[in-house]
């Protein structure tokens, strides 16, 4: 692995993609260091490399892919800036990090299930950890391929600010747990897709009718 991690750095500085090889000499100075497993991935998926170049690194560093998991979910907590924790969330079990999710403290807000056009389905859970009135934060949401299970589609997002008008309720209405959520807007926002895909939003609208 080391020699592996050297050549990676030494072929990512040649291709200015220095986020990968800073990333890549922090890791060969603790190899050990899940958080620098974790920022290395991370990067790996910020500057386009795809699921097959990301497996390796995968099957290296994810011999324990809850403790993995619970990492990438702590560090997700405490930032709203950590993109390389959200993106190293991709091609772990769904199901399971939602699970560690909600062991955590988080809370489910929604489902949904959007289609893709040659793949197949993606089932996203939107969990939160607290919420006030009709804004509930921080925001979790892990979208997972419905037949292989892995996370394909995870973002984070520091608030959702629900919309003030809700079917049927007075505006008034605080929303509730068990409440649809509707329709809304997701301040400090950042999202990580397979095969590739990387956003990060000041601001984004969101609805549960489809991904947004």
Not at 147 to 174: H, T, Y
């Amino acid at each position: 692995m080391h020699a592996k991690l050297k050549k990676l750095e030494d072929k990512a500085m040649a291709k200015g993609e220095h986020a990968v090889a800073a990333a890549a000499a922090h890791l060969l100075q603790d190899i050990d260091s899940i958080d620098r497993q974790i920022n290395l991935v991370g990067a790996l998926h910020e500057v386009g490399y795809l699921q097959n170049s990301l497996k390796p690194y995968w099957h290296a560093f994810r011999a324990d892919e809850s403790a993995w998991i619970e990492r990438c979910l702590a560090r997700l907590v405490m930032s709203d800036h950590d993109y390389w924790a959200l993106a190293a969330l991709l091609g772990c079990d769904g199901p399971a990090t939602v699970g560690i999710a909600m062991a955590k403290g988080f809370k489910s807000a929604a489902t949904r299930q959007y289609e893709r056009f040659d793949k197949p389905d993606v089932h996203v859970d939107t969990l939160y950890l607290t919420g006030v009135g009709r804004v509930l934060h921080p925001i979790l949401e892990v979208g997972y391929d419905t037949k292989e299970m892995i996370n394909v589609d995870v973002g984070r997002a520091r608030a959702l600010s629900l919309d003030n008008k809700m079917d049927n309720k007075p505006d008034n209405l605080q929303w509730q747990p068990g409440d649809p959520l509707g329709t809304g807007g997701l301040s400090i926002s950042m999202q990580a897709k397979l095969p590739h895909g990387a956003w990060r939003s000041v601001w984004t609208a969101f609805t549960t009718s489809d991904a947004h």
